[in-house]
C-alpha cells in the first residue's frame, strides 16, 4: 500500500514535469519553425519556379502551381542542354570534389602533427596559421594572379584554382580538426605507440576513424564554400570552357533575362548539390563542430 502511495505522487509529478517542458519549449519550438519556414520559402518558391511554364509564371504567382499541377521538365532540359550549364555543373564538381578533398587530407595531417607530434616551436606556429584564417582572401588575389600567369598552365587548367582553395581552406583545416584530435584519449595513442605503431598508422587507424564528426564537418564547409565560390572562379579559371556554374549562370541573366523559368531552374541546379551534400552529412556537423569546444 505504501508503494502504491508512492507511485501515484510520482506519476504525477513526472507528468506535471513534463507539461511544464512542454510549455515553456513551445513558444522556443514556434520560433524555430517560422525563422525555419521563412528560411525556406525563397528555396520553395524557386523550385516551384523551375518547373513551370513561362506564360505560367507571367501570369500568377509561383503558389498558384501548388493547386494548379501544370508542371513541366522542360526547363532543365533547355538548360542542361541548349545553354550549356550541364558542362558548367560538370566543371563545378571538377572543381570541388578536388578542392574539398586536398585541404581536407592536408589539413587533417597537419592537424595530427599539431595535436600529437611534439617539435619546436608547435603552439608558435599553430598561433601564426590561425591568425591566417583572419587574411581577407581579397588581399592575395593579385599577388597570386601573378604568380599563376607566370606558369600559364595553373591559369589555363584546374590547377591553379584547386591551389587557391586549398591554401586558403587550409587555416580553417588545421583549427577546427586540430581542436578536435586533442580531444581523442591520450591513453589509446600511447598504446599504439608502445606498441611500435608510427605517426601515420596511428593517424590511419586511430585518428581518422574515430574522427569522421569533424572530417565531415570540415568536408560541409568547404565543399559548400567551393561550390559557391564566384570571385576565385572568375579569376583564376580563365578558359570558358572550364568556367562553374557560378560563372555561367550570370551569362544566362544577360541573354535569357525575361525567361525567368531557365534562370530558376540553373539556380536551382546550382542549389541542389549543395542542399544534398548538406542533409547528408547534416547529423556529423554539430557534433563535430562542438567537439573541440572546451578543450583546446
Given at each position: 500500500?505504501?508503494?502504491?502511495?508512492?507511485?501515484?505522487?510520482?506519476?504525477?509529478?513526472?507528468?506535471?514535469?513534463?507539461?511544464?517542458?512542454?510549455?515553456?519549449?513551445?513558444?522556443?519550438?514556434?520560433?524555430?519553425?517560422?525563422?525555419?519556414?521563412?528560411?525556406?520559402?525563397?528555396?520553395?518558391?524557386?523550385?516551384?519556379?523551375?518547373?513551370?511554364k513561362p506564360n505560367n509564371i507571367a501570369s500568377s504567382g509561383w503558389w498558384h502551381a501548388l493547386t494548379q499541377w501544370d508542371w513541366t521538365l522542360h526547363n532543365y532540359g533547355s538548360v542542361i542542354n541548349a545553354t550549356g550549364m550541364g558542362h558548367a555543373w560538370v566543371n563545378s564538381v571538377i572543381i570541388t570534389v578536388p578542392a574539398t578533398i586536398l585541404p581536407l587530407t592536408l589539413g587533417a595531417l597537419a592537424a595530427f602533427g599539431f595535436?600529437?607530434?611534439?617539435?619546436?616551436?608547435?603552439?608558435?606556429?599553430?598561433?601564426?596559421?590561425?591568425?591566417?584564417?583572419?587574411?581577407?582572401?581579397?588581399?592575395?588575389?593579385?599577388?597570386?594572379?601573378?604568380?599563376?600567369?607566370?606558369?600559364?598552365?595553373?591559369?589555363?587548367?584546374?590547377?591553379?584554382?584547386?591551389?587557391?582553395?586549398?591554401?586558403?581552406?587550409?587555416?580553417?583545416?588545421?583549427?577546427?580538426?586540430?581542436?578536435?584530435?586533442?580531444?581523442?584519449?591520450?591513453?589509446?595513442?600511447?598504446?599504439?605507440?608502445?606498441?611500435?605503431?608510427?605517426?601515420?598508422?596511428?593517424?590511419?587507424?586511430?585518428?581518422?576513424?574515430?574522427?569522421?564528426?569533424?572530417?565531415?564537418?570540415?568536408?560541409?564547409?568547404?565543399?559548400?564554400?567551393?561550390?559557391?565560390?564566384?570571385?576565385?572562379?572568375?579569376?583564376?579559371?580563365?578558359?570558358?570552357?572550364?568556367?562553374?556554374?557560378?560563372?555561367?549562370?550570370?551569362?544566362?541573366?544577360?541573354?535569357?533575362?525575361?525567361?525567368?523559368?531557365?534562370?530558376?531552374?540553373?539556380?536551382?541546379?546550382?542549389?541542389?548539390?549543395?542542399?544534398?551534400?548538406?542533409?547528408?552529412?547534416?547529423?556529423?556537423?554539430?557534433?563535430?563542430?562542438?567537439?573541440?569546444?572546451?578543450?583546446?
Open positions: 500500500m505504501t508503494t502504491v502511495e508512492q507511485a501515484v505522487p510520482l506519476a504525477a509529478r513526472t507528468r506535471s514535469e513534463r507539461l511544464v517542458r512542454f510549455i515553456t519549449r513551445t513558444p522556443i519550438h514556434i520560433g524555430l519553425i517560422g525563422i525555419a519556414v521563412i528560411w525556406l520559402v525563397p528555396t520553395v518558391g524557386l523550385a516551384v519556379t523551375s518547373f513551370r595535436a600529437w607530434v611534439p617539435f619546436p616551436f608547435r603552439d608558435t606556429l599553430f598561433l601564426i596559421i590561425v591568425a591566417l584564417m583572419i587574411v581577407p582572401i581579397q588581399t592575395s588575389l593579385v599577388p597570386l594572379l601573378k604568380l599563376f600567369a607566370q606558369h600559364g598552365h595553373l591559369n589555363n587548367n584546374y590547377y591553379g584554382i584547386w591551389l587557391a582553395h586549398t591554401a586558403f581552406g587550409l587555416p580553417l583545416a588545421v583549427f577546427l580538426l586540430r581542436n578536435f584530435f586533442i580531444t581523442l584519449p591520450k591513453d589509446l595513442i600511447e598504446a599504439a605507440r608502445i606498441d611500435g605503431a608510427s605517426n601515420l598508422s596511428i593517424f590511419r587507424r586511430i585518428v581518422v576513424p574515430l574522427s569522421v564528426p569533424a572530417l565531415a564537418s570540415f568536408g560541409i564547409f568547404q565543399f559548400l564554400w567551393v561550390w559557391n565560390d564566384l570571385l576565385m572562379a572568375l579569376i583564376f579559371v580563365s578558359d570558358p570552357n572550364k568556367q562553374p556554374m557560378t560563372v555561367r549562370i550570370p551569362y544566362l541573366l544577360s541573354t535569357y533575362g525575361q525567361e525567368y523559368n531557365l534562370l530558376a531552374a540553373a539556380a536551382f541546379l546550382l542549389m541542389i548539390v549543395p542542399l544534398i551534400v548538406f542533409f547528408a552529412l547534416q547529423r556529423y556537423f554539430v557534433q563535430g563542430l562542438l567537439a573541440g569546444s572546451v578543450k583546446t
